[in-house]
């Protein structure tokens, strides 16, 4: 059995956060990326969350090879994270994300799965931290012709049948489908473990198969983007502040209902 697990490099999510509330967040002079560079980047935490769900199925008994596949402009760094994981096999697709929109991401890792000898199950977090799209996973699934189950908290494998719990707005839900299949995976999962040290020192060594969209037979045409960004910026967000004064406490609170009131809030 093989089990693919597509991952992918993000700025901090946290540390972006932090420079948009102190206002240093800035956008630059092509409109579309941002300027600073001494933002880490990282792996997805949905995707870290997706290997964690192949590792449970490992755990609980499932044997298979776990091929952890990333295309981006250097993507060997998370890929040796992935390594200390756990991963068994490690695939660097070396492109420039800015060139590329999500449906040429998902072409370039169908056709790297289909390539390698397919899949019987793609694991994927259910959304990137940086671009929320969610979609690439649902067009690995077109493309490869596989079921698609998304906003998984818990997978399990029973044969060749994947039993998955999905977590909706009316309560969780459990349900079954047949394998070859992709599955995203949200943090409801839980908390990804950490590897060791040895492991990390043992993933050093590791090195990854590069291929480039050339090596799977991917021509500009077939990469072409169907959306293009046009612009990126950052919202200017205005609060005011009303100060109410009253000599008691119910006389501020009457004019606090009124106010909800007025502005059609109660």
Do not use: W
Request: charged fraction near 25%.
């Amino acid at each position: 059995m093989r089990i693919v697990v597509c991952v992918k490099e993000v700025l901090d999510p946290d540390a972006v956060n932090n420079y948009a509330i102190a206002g240093r967040l800035e956008i630059g002079e092509d409109g579309k990326s941002l300027t600073q560079s001494a933002i880490p980047r990282l792996m997805n935490g949905f995707d870290e969350q997706a290997i964690e769900a192949a590792l449970r199925l490992r755990d609980a008994g499932a044997d298979f090879t776990l091929t952890v596949v990333s295309a981006g402009p250097d993507p060997d760094k998370l890929l040796k994270h992935a390594a200390a994981l756990g991963a068994d096999e490690l695939v660097s697709i070396k492109v420039d994300p800015a060139e590329l929109d999500y449906h040429a991401i998902a072409t370039i890792l169908a056709r790297q799965i289909e390539s390698s000898g397919g899949a019987d199950l793609v694991l994927c977090g259910r959304q990137a931290s940086d671009d929320d799209q969610g979609v690439v996973p649902a067009l690995i699934g077109e493309r490869l012709g596989m079921a698609v189950v998304p906003i998984a908290k818990a997978v399990s494998l029973e044969g060749s049948t994947l039993r998955v719990i999905r977590v909706t707005p009316d309560g969780d839900e459990t349900v079954e489908a047949v394998c070859p299949a992709v599955v995203t995976v949200t943090n409801e999962l839980g908390d990804p473990r950490y590897p060791t040290a040895a492991a990390k020192v043992k993933a050093r060594r590791k090195k990854p198969d590069v291929v480039s969209p050339a090596d799977l037979g991917l021509s500009e045409a077939d990469l072409a983007p169907k959306v293009v960004m046009t612009r990126q910026y950052v919202p200017e967000i205005k609060g005011n502040c009303e100060i109410l004064t009253g000599e008691t406490p119910a006389a501020l609170a009457d004019q606090l209902i009124d106010k909800l009131r007025a502005d059609s809030i109660l």
